[in-house]
């Protein structure tokens, strides 16, 4: 169910980024493509993206860490917004060290 919360762009912000939140403590392997969709998703607010970037960083002990670092190195540019583009960095270097 909290995954569907977290998906859900029609669910209140809060909501969602409480569901988020519990992402931290339970890192759902299967569901990191979907996390990292949430990210690049223009449409989801920043906040959210922000937060999902943030639960990202506690998939240390992830066999998808390796991945979830390539991935948002991809995605990490420039003209992203200057909060996202600072949690990315954060998480990548969370993943890596």
């Not at 990210?39 to 970037?53: F, G, H, K, S």
């Not at 991935?71 to 917004?81: A, F, G, I, R, T």
């Amino acid at each position: 169910k909290k995954h569907g919360v977290v998906m859900d762009v029609n669910a209140k912000e809060n909501d969602r980024i409480m569901a988020i939140r519990t992402v931290r403590n339970y890192t759902a392997h299967v569901n990191v493509d979907d996390y990292l969709k949430l990210i690049r998703d223009e449409a989801n607010p920043l906040e959210v993206r922000v937060v999902m970037t943030e639960a990202l960083g506690w998939f240390t002990c992830s066999y998808k860490s390796p991945y979830i670092v390539s991935e948002l190195k991809k995605y990490l540019n420039p003209s992203l917004p200057e909060d996202l583009k600072l949690e990315i960095e954060l998480t990548i270097n969370r993943l890596t060290f």
